[in-house]
């Protein structure tokens, strides 16, 4: 939880960022760990957390100058401690694949990552990619929507969600390459 906790607006604004609601925020947080974050762990590595639960106080701050959501629109998403408007919980965090930067690095193919993660994580509430490190945010929710959105450019918008041609299926096309690269480079490794 301390991961989750530590905040960069928190820091730099002197700001508690402490749940009003800790029972709720460690239920939300720990269905992320268990059903999204700890699978990607198990099968990729390391991963960072870049931002996770914020504080009402943390992400108001956040509205204004760090181009945060308002807080209704983040409640069951970083705001972990908040039911949104529908009664639901839910958490989401902002997290870097370790093992993934050397492949979107070379090829600037984020899309591996989304379309494994989609394939694989059906629980998930939807992702979110940026262009630094190929980071995005993945969230656990009761009513989940499972959707691919970036803001990476030249494809920023929807890569896919419910109702799209492309959402059902596999998508293994899409991460085959870069899974090869990820074993070849594992077994390497080993063999040294």
């Given at each position: 939880m301390r991961d989750m906790l530590y905040s960069e607006i928190a820091n730099f604004y002197g700001i508690p960022n402490i749940p009003d609601d800790p029972s709720l925020a460690i239920a939300a947080g720990t269905r992320l760990c268990e059903e999204l974050l700890e699978p990607i762990w198990l099968r990729f590595g390391r991963i960072s957390i870049r931002s996770a639960f914020r504080s009402c106080a943390v992400n108001e701050v956040g509205v204004g100058k760090h181009n945060c959501a308002s807080n209704e629109a983040n409640y069951a998403a970083h705001i972990w401690d908040r039911r949104d408007a529908n009664g639901y919980m839910g958490a989401t965090a902002c997290v870097v694949v370790q093992?993934?930067?050397?492949?979107?690095?070379?090829?600037?193919?984020?899309?591996?990552?989304?379309?494994?993660?989609?394939?694989?994580?059906?629980?998930?509430?939807?992702?979110?990619?940026?262009?630094?490190?190929?980071a995005f945010n993945i969230s656990w929710h009761e009513n989940p929507t499972r959707s691919l959105y970036s803001y990476i450019p030249p494809e920023r918008g929807w890569l896919t969600k419910p109702g799209m041609e492309n959402f059902d299926g596999s998508h293994a096309k899409e991460y085959e390459e870069w899974l090869e690269e990820a074993e070849a480079k594992k077994h390497s490794k080993i063999n040294k």
């Open positions: 093992s993934f930067l050397p492949h979107y690095e070379r090829t600037g193919h984020w899309q591996a990552l989304a379309w494994w993660l989609h394939d694989h994580l059906p629980n998930n509430a939807g992702l979110t990619f940026f262009p630094k490190l190929a």
